[in-house]
């Protein structure tokens, strides 16, 4: 079976556009590890600084839903059904998307 170059090409802008994006979600993790280690328990300056930890989950899980499908296209040669089998982990995602928002 030859695999086609095309979704190990994609891979290269998927890489690229995941790390831009989550720059500043990397930010907010080095201010979060600072607040934890320089701020009071309950002061407001460190509630403040531990929320936002959803936004990190929610980069992670459309890299990953967009990486799937790349590996699924690239596994099976087949973009149409690599694109449908994607609807069922997309409905995963959104259940964990909710209750990831709801706790946070």
Same mark, same amino acid.
């Given at each position: 079976?030859? @695999? #086609?170059?095309?979704?190990?090409?994609?891979?290269?802008?998927?890489? @690229?556009?995941?790390a831009?994006?989550?720059?500043?979600?990397?930010?907010?993790? @080095?201010?979060?590890?600072?607040?934890?280690?320089?701020?009071?328990?309950?002061?407001? #300056?460190?509630?403040?600084?531990?929320?936002?930890?959803?936004?990190?989950?929610?980069?992670?899980?459309?890299?990953?839903?967009?990486?799937?499908?790349?590996?699924?296209?690239?596994?099976?040669?087949d973009?149409?059904?690599?694109?449908?089998? #994607?609807?069922?982990?997309?409905?995963?995602?959104?259940?964990?998307a909710?209750?990831?928002?709801?706790?946070?």
């Open positions: 079976m030859v @695999v #086609s170059p095309l979704p190990i090409l994609l891979c290269l802008p998927l890489v @690229v556009i995941s831009l994006i989550g720059m500043p979600m990397v930010k907010k993790l @080095v201010q979060i590890r600072e607040a934890r280690h320089e701020l009071k328990r309950n002061s407001t #300056s460190y509630i403040m600084g531990i929320a936002g930890w959803s936004v990190i989950a929610f980069w992670l899980m459309a890299t990953w839903f967009f990486a799937t499908i790349l590996g699924d296209w690239a596994a099976t040669d973009a149409a059904g690599a694109v449908d089998r #994607s609807f069922t982990r997309l409905w995963v995602l959104l259940q964990i909710a209750e990831v928002a709801a706790n946070d």
